[in-house]
């Protein structure tokens, strides 16, 4: 019985490493075409510049004119200028 044990013991563990090497293939291939379809302009070469124009509630941001109102002495007016309303997001 002893010989069974082993033998099967050798066998599974055989099973199970070709399983899982095909297993894995099988979920890499899967990882990659899934990537690549929905990433699909990055290998078409050129680059391509999106630019996405709107406004963000200023609740959101927690500054906007009643913070800035509020707050005048406590930023540099250099500071305060940077952020403009409506704000301009390009993406690459």
Same mark, same amino acid.
């Given at each position: 019985?002893?010989?069974?044990? !082993?033998? @099967?013991?050798?066998?599974?563990?055989?099973?199970?490493?070709? #399983?899982?090497?095909?297993?894995?293939?099988? #979920?890499?291939?899967?990882?990659?075409?899934?990537?690549? @379809? $929905?990433?699909?302009?990055?290998? %078409?070469? =050129?680059?391509?510049? !999106?630019?996405?124009?709107?406004?963000?509630?200023?609740? +959101?941001?927690? %500054?906007?004119? @009643?913070?800035?109102? $509020?707050?005048?002495?406590?930023?540099?007016?250099?500071?305060? $200028?940077?952020?403009? +309303?409506? @704000?301009?997001? #390009? =993406?690459?």
């Amino acid at each position: 019985m002893h010989a069974f044990k !082993r033998r @099967l013991a050798k066998y599974s563990r055989w099973l199970h490493i070709y #399983v899982s090497m095909t297993s894995f293939v099988i #979920v890499f291939f899967f990882a990659v075409t899934g990537w690549t @379809l $929905n990433h699909a302009d990055r290998f %078409s070469g =050129a680059e391509q510049l !999106r630019k996405t124009s709107g406004t963000v509630d200023t609740k +959101w941001t927690g %500054s906007g004119p @009643l913070l800035e109102s $509020n707050c005048k002495a406590c930023s540099p007016p250099e500071i305060s $200028n940077l952020y403009s +309303w409506p @704000l301009t997001f #390009v =993406a690459r």
